[in-house]
């Protein structure tokens, strides 16, 4: 019995999504993410793969408390335009995060979160999201 889609390979298919990885434009210089085929800021397709780093800060965000059906338990949604060490901007969800924590300039590392539940091979989706770099592990107000 042959398996063309196991949840090994799979696996393997993710794994550079855990290593945040995006493309450096080799005519600008500039790095983008999600990876495409062609250059967002000069059009050019002489792109590489590059490793971007994990962590950044919150240009700005939206929170949205209105949501579909199948992301209802985990409203309201925290989307946040990521500026990365590197400059990179991405969109992806903040999570881990409470509203009034939510501030233009917080911190925060990547982080790869469960987004669907198993399909017929048991496999489960993930996807990037975002949350606050805390230093201290406990917020107590003693
Ligand atoms: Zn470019």
Do not use: Q
Request: proline fraction near 6%; hydrophobic fraction near 35%.
């Amino acid at each position: 019995m042959v398996w063309k889609l196991s949840p090994v390979s799979v696996w393997r298919h993710r794994i550079p999504r855990y290593r945040l990885i995006g493309k450096e434009c080799k005519k600008c210089g500039k790095h983008h993410y999600p990876p495409k085929l062609a250059c967002p800021y000069c059009g050019s397709r002489d792109l590489k793969n590059i490793e971007l780093p994990r962590s950044g800060i919150i240009e700005t965000y939206t929170v949205i408390y209105e949501v579909g059906e199948e992301f209802r338990h985990k409203a309201p949604v925290v989307i946040g335009l990521v500026k990365l060490d590197d400059g990179t901007r991405v969109i992806a969800p903040i999570t881990d995060v409470a509203e009034d924590e939510l501030e233009i300039g917080l911190r925060v590392e990547a982080t790869f979160r469960r987004i669907r539940d198993g399909d017929h091979f048991g496999v489960i989706g993930y996807g990037l999201s975002f949350r606050p770099i805390r230093t201290n592990v406990s917020k107590t107000s003693s």
